[in-house]
């Protein structure tokens, strides 16, 4: 009986350190997969873009990876200001429609026929006014000529060339030919409007450790038993 009850308590011990350990590792995980493609504070906040007459541009945006194949953006929708469906075109200016648009993938990569001239957020955002008729918010991927990769954008109105413009996203594994090639990959399931509230970082990690400890413990339970009735058979 002395020698179960050692191998039941070093046993517990084994378990619960492989819980902590996992649920730390969950939460790790979790949040870092949420880090950059997850939006949720308001794109303006600290900045005086929204009360300065003319249009204003912010950057300080995240830098990031992504995967077409994989990979979301997620918006709030009460920060955003936008819900319903992701209305998404992905294509030259000239493709992009009037209206009913709220996504565009701008795969024109200069306005004047000239690359030597900088091609940045403002002058794609007024290449998609000329062609949007239709006021409303949206967000925007463009080629930026001088960093060599796109950008994500939001924009307070997608028909305005004096709308304010808030960089939320740089796009590092997109560069050079090859990430120009790659926007047509793109496509409206890369893009969510939520209105879930996120669990904090705390009730993620102790929900986290719970889940694993219960099953953890089932699994020592179960194999104390078996010792058991091994010792006694």
Do not use: C
Not at 10 to 32: C, E, H, P, W, Y
Not at 40 to 65: H, K, M, W
Not at 155 to 166: E, F, H, I, Q, V
Not at 211 to 233: D, E, I, P, V
Request: net charge negative; glycine share 8%; no cysteine.
């Amino acid at each position: 009986m002395v020698s179960f009850r050692l191998y039941q308590g070093r046993d517990m011990q084994k378990q619960m350190f492989i819980s902590f350990g996992a649920a730390v590792l969950f939460f790790i995980n979790f949040t870092a997969q949420a880090d950059g493609i997850t939006f949720t504070n308001d794109p303006f906040a600290g900045s005086s873009a929204l009360s300065t007459p003319g249009r204003q541009v912010v950057g300080n945006e995240n830098f990031i990876n992504f995967t077409t194949g994989r990979d979301v953006f997620s918006f709030d929708s009460s920060v955003f200001g936008l819900s319903g469906p992701v209305n998404l075109i992905n294509g030259l200016e000239s493709e992009i429609p009037s209206g009913g648009v709220n996504f565009v993938v701008l795969r024109s990569f200069d306005n004047d026929n000239n690359f030597s001239t900088p091609f940045n957020a403002g002058t794609a955002a007024n290449l998609i006014a000329n062609r949007v008729d239709t006021a409303g918010a949206g967000f925007f991927i463009y080629f930026n000529q001088g960093l060599d990769l796109p950008r994500l954008v939001f924009s307070t109105d997608l028909s305005s060339s004096d709308a304010d413009l808030k960089v939320l996203a740089r796009l590092l594994n997109f560069t050079g030919d090859d990430g120009r090639a790659a926007l047509e990959d793109f496509s409206s399931a890369n893009f969510v409007f939520t209105s879930a509230v996120p669990l904090p970082a705390s009730a993620v990690l102790m929900l986290s450790a719970l889940g694993f400890s219960g099953l953890n413990q089932f699994r020592w339970r179960s194999k104390a038993n078996r010792t058991m009735q091994a010792h006694y058979a």
